[in-house]
Structure formats: structure tokens, C-alpha cells
């Protein structure tokens, strides 16, 4: 193991796997004393054996359908995952991280159920194999890991700066000396993921450690195509606050004091460190790959550099272990990794009727949000306290950020700007000063970074309630947002991630641009776990978001540009314990002829043009559309035999599809009238005001198609 005192790596150049001599044996080894070679030993062999009998016999009969060797990854990984023995250890892993897996725990029955899709496995048939999660056995809590390359970074750096809450603002004194770990391979260098994670662990000197295991190739791109020259730690030799660690991944000793040195520079609270490990590739990226794009040079080369092979010469040279004594041990895993076999196969397939299940909350996650630690909060009401202060909606959202704050000791705010200015909105003005820079933050300026973090802060027990600026903006965390809503899902309800997250969307009371207006619910509503509300008045924004700050779902909290501060959006403050259920639409106009349904500013647009027809027309304000009241509307309807909805979000494919579709299909026999939609063309909302009244829906506009309807 190579570091420098200046925090600026020395290269290994082409000596990457080099020996260790007498002196790196006798050399420091942190807080961690020598590893049980004996355990190390098992689980390289285990692991070893694991990838043999599936590359062998699995994946050539079919019985698994993706099959990832970590053969060359395992005593790097092994050596990390039997360092992770404090309690609150974490960490983000990826598709080739078994080894670690199997060091935290994993047992090689649950390894082979996983890949063969047998009751059993930890996602329950449910994920990829190899994309593993696992709460705390006795090491690291796993992340509920991503097939996207990039994305374990953020998460993990999310439950850093959650230890850190933990200790500071909580009091957890037990916590201290705990870390986060994120495991990825060179080419996950150069994702977004990777930065944004760099970025947050160097800015706030969190406990992290990032582990990058450096096998010269991402499938077949070599590693000089993600960092210059392929190596990030040289690169990254001028980064601040960032120890940085190189060593090979095989030398049993030399990677072991990397290890030891590197987690004891970040248990000690100097900040995050990056070690950069050497390891070989020995199969294919998957089982069907056949390495077409290496030269017979650099296959020899990886296969000189085996770490089992190197183990095994250094526990014979040290011994430790003589070499019957490891092929006996070789033989008795082979033995148990068979045995481990014929149970996963004999186990069931995973039960059919379960597989919508946990796509919301149903019932206490093992991990994640605030219900598995019972954070304890008053109760709510579903009634609204009469005679309070009139508030605007901005009001509305600080007032219940505020007084959820209060009440709940694990909630935080942040995001760009929330912080000293109090959001560009100005929805979180004066927060900071009265509940203190640790509960509302700003942050580093990536989207990706604020979702990301938050899914690690979740599933640590807090609360994150990110802004995100502007609905166009959020497009930068779409990989962890779509993330997010699967999680509880895929890990078979193992894990969950409440979160609210809080966009502006829409166009301002005035004008508008293609990047400060966008409304995009339906792209939202198409994802999977997420629940949205998008509420019209500030009575409503006050009992949604508290219902949302109170449940146990992702929730996007969607608040209109142009209704945050607008007299249009003021009612009577409904008071601290007011909660309003999702999926409750509001009837504004009651009328039996037509029923228009919609949400966000277009409420008052539609309520403005109904005036005109005075008992005619129903209107509704859906309020939430996922879930949304489709009870309400399909009495309604059935009622007027006539529907049109109407929404700022543009056309096609919109939200208006889907509730349509809904009628047709549920009320086709009492339809008097063709469905009719009402949205923004299918066009970016534009500059000039002229050409944005062009494409947005009018007042006149929905007058004169409900006149078409009432006439139909
Ligand atoms: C966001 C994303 N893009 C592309 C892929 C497809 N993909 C899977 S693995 C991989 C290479 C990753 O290489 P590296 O990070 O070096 O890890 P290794 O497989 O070498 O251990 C790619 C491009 C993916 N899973 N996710």
C-alpha cells in the first residue's frame, strides 16, 4: 500500500499488484489489528466457489438468467466487509459486491436462492441476483443497491451525513466512529453519482469511505476512457479534504493496511478518504461474455494476479495455514456450496400473488423512515380548526415545515439555497435562523446529490424533506427518483424511504420559460411509489404536506409558481393538527350537467369560466393524483354524463389521458358527450407572454369548450 503524507496518492504504474515485503507486514495497521485469516480464507473460497458451480453449471443449463463473476474482487472485498463491525456501518454496494455481501453475513443458501429466483433470497425472487440489500446481520447495514452504475455513491453519503445528524443533533454518542462505505469499479468513476457523492463527502468531512475496486475495464471500455490515464486517485490528488489511499487488491497484507489505514483515517473524523484498489477481472464482465476486447497479454496478466492463489502462497508462507490444511478447507466449501445448492433449489419459486405487495406501505419496513424506531408524534385531525390567521401558500408550506420540525426532532430541510436565503421561492425565509443550520441546510448544487442523499438519511431513520428549485431542474435526479419509488419494492420490504420532496412547478403569475415552468406531473405520476399532491389553496397545503411529513411513502409535494403567493391561495390557517388524505378530490361547483376535473392554478381558471353556468358544472379539485379520487369523479360523471379535464401539464400522454381512459372504461354506458381534454400544447411553455397565452389554457378557452359540451 502506497500513501503519501500530502494526501496525493503515489501511482502504482504498471507495478499495480505488487509484492509486499517483511516491512509492509510489520507496518501500522490503524485500529484494526490483524483480520482472522482463517474467516478471510472461507470467504474467498466461498465466494470463489459460489461464482465456479454457477459459471459451471448454472449458467451454461439456463437456470440462472444473469449471472456476474466477482472472481478477482474477493479478497478486497472480503478483507472490507469483515472491517464494518460497528453497528452503524453502512454501505453502497454494487452488482459485483457478493464477496462483501458474504463477509456481512450473507449465507451461500440465500447467495444461490437469490440467483436462481428461489424463496429465500433477500429480494424474494423479486431482483437481479446479484443486486443485493441486507439490513445489519453482524456487519455492515447493506444499502438497498441499483443496477444503475453510479448510483450507490450518494446513498451512502446520504447515511454519513445521517451519522452525523445523529451525533449532533440527537445526541446519539454510540454512533461515533461509524462510517459509510461506497464500493464501485473504475468505470463508476466517471458517472454523475460519483461526483456529486465526492463533492457532498469532501464539502461536509463526512465518514466515508470510497472504494474503488480497479479491475482496468467497465464490460469492455478500458479505464483510461472514464478518468484520465485510468486513474482517479492520481486525479483526484488535489481534491481537498480528501485522503486518498492505492494499493493492490490481491497482496493479502498490502491490501488489508490499505484497508485498515484507510477506515481508521475515517472512523477518526479526519473526513472521507478514497482507496483505490488493483484488482484482476477473471471472467467476463457476465457469463456470456468472452473477453473478446483484452489481449492474451493482459488475460495472462489478470490470471498472475489471482488473490486467491495469492492468499493462499501467503497463508502457507506465514503459517497460518499449510496447504493440506487449505485444500482440505477448499473441500469442505466445496462440499457446503453444494449442499447450499441442493436447499435453494429445492426451495419454492417466489409466491405469484405476492408480487404487487410493497409497492406502498403496508406494513413496519425492517428498515428506513421514522416507523421502525418509533419516533413518537402527536396525533392529527382530519377537521380544520375555524377562525385561524389568513396565510398565502407560501405561509402555508413554512408553517407546517416549521411546526413539523418541532414535533419531529428527525426531519430536515435543505436543497439549493434553502439555507441563509430561505429558497428562491422564499418558502423556507427565517427556518434556518429558528431551528438551526443543522435542520435546514443548504446544499452542494446537484440534483442528483439532494435525492440520492436523502434515500441514505432515510434509511437511517430521518426525515429528508429536499427542495428541488424548479420542476425542469429535478430532471438531474430522475436516476435516484425513479430509485427511490421502487426501493421498498425490490428489497422485498426489507427497506423503505419516506421522503418528501417539495418542487415549484408551473408558470408564474405572469409569464413563463421553458425552464421555470414546466409542470411534468405526469412524468411523475407514471413512476412507480411515489405519491403526488399538488395542492390549490393553503387550507389544503397544510393538511396534505402534513399528511405527507406523517406518512411512510415517497412523496412529491408539488406547489404552484404562481399560487405561493397570490390572494387567489388564502384561507383560514386550519391549524397544527390538521392532516387531509391523499385521494380526496374537493367539489368547488356542484352542477349536473358537466363535471370538470382538475388541479394546480387551473382550478381557478376552470371555477372562473363554470361561473358562467351556474349549476350546471361541476368542478373538482383532484388535489393529489397519485393516488387520486376516482370514486368522486366516477359518481360525478355518472351523475353529469359529461366530463372534461383540464390541466397546465402538456397533452399528450398527460394525467388527463389516464383519468379519461379511467371513465371510458368504468362509465362508458352513462357517457352523454365525447371526453374532452383541455392542456398546454404539446410546445415548452414560452418566453413572450403572447406565445405562452397561445399554448396554455385559457379562462375563455374552457368557457367555450364547456359551452360545447353543455350544446353536445
Ligand atoms: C447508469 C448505467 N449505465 C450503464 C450500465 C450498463 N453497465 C453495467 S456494468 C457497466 C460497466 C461498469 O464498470 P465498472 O464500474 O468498472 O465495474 P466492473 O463491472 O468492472 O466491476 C455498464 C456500462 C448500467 N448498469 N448503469
Known sequence: MIKSETSKPVPLDNAAFQEVGSDAMAANLGGLGEPDWLEVARLVLLSRKIDQIEEEQLAPQGKMKLQLSSAGHELAQVLLGLSLNHPWDAAGIYYRSRPFLLASGLSAQEALAASLARTGSPSEGRDVGVVFSMPRRNRATVLPTSGNVGTQYTPAAGWAQALQYRQRVLGEKTIAGAVAVAAGGDGSVAANGFWSAVTIATTLKLPMLFFIEDNGFGISVPSDYQTPHGNIATNLASFGNLELVEASGTEPLQAWQAIASSLDHVRSGKGPCLLKVKVPRLSGHIFSDKQKYKSVAQLDDDAAHDPLVKLKEFLHAANILAMPQLDELEQNIERDVKEALVAAEKAEPPPRADVLKHMFFESDPIQGGLRPEKANLPSVSNIPHSGGAVIDLREAIRCTLEQEMRENERMIV???????????HGVTRTLQDRLGADRVFDTSLSEEGIIGRSIGMAVCGLLPVPELQFRKYADAAHEQITDVGTLRWRTAGKFAAPMVVRIPVGCGRKNGDPWHSMSGEAIYAHLL???????????????LLRTALRGDDPTFFLEHRALLVNPLSERNDPGDDFCLPFGAAATLTQGDRLTVITWG???YRCVEA?????????????RTIVPWD????????RQTGKALVVHEDTLTAGFAGEIIATIASESFDTLKAPLERLCTADCPIPYDVGLMAQVVPSVDQIRSKIEYLLAY
Open 414 to 424: 435543505f436543497g439549493e439555497d434553502v439555507g441563509a436565503l430561505g429558497g428562491i
Open 529 to 543: 411509489g411515489w405519491r403526488i399532491a399538488i395542492p390549490s389553496n393553503a387550507e389544503d397545503a397544510v393538511g
Open 601 to 603: 392554478e387551473m382550478v
Open 610 to 622: 363554470a361561473e358562467s353556468f351556474a349549476g350546471l358544472v361541476t368542478v373538482l379539485d383532484l
Open 630 to 637: 376516482q370514486e368522486r369523479v366516477l359518481e360525478s360523471v
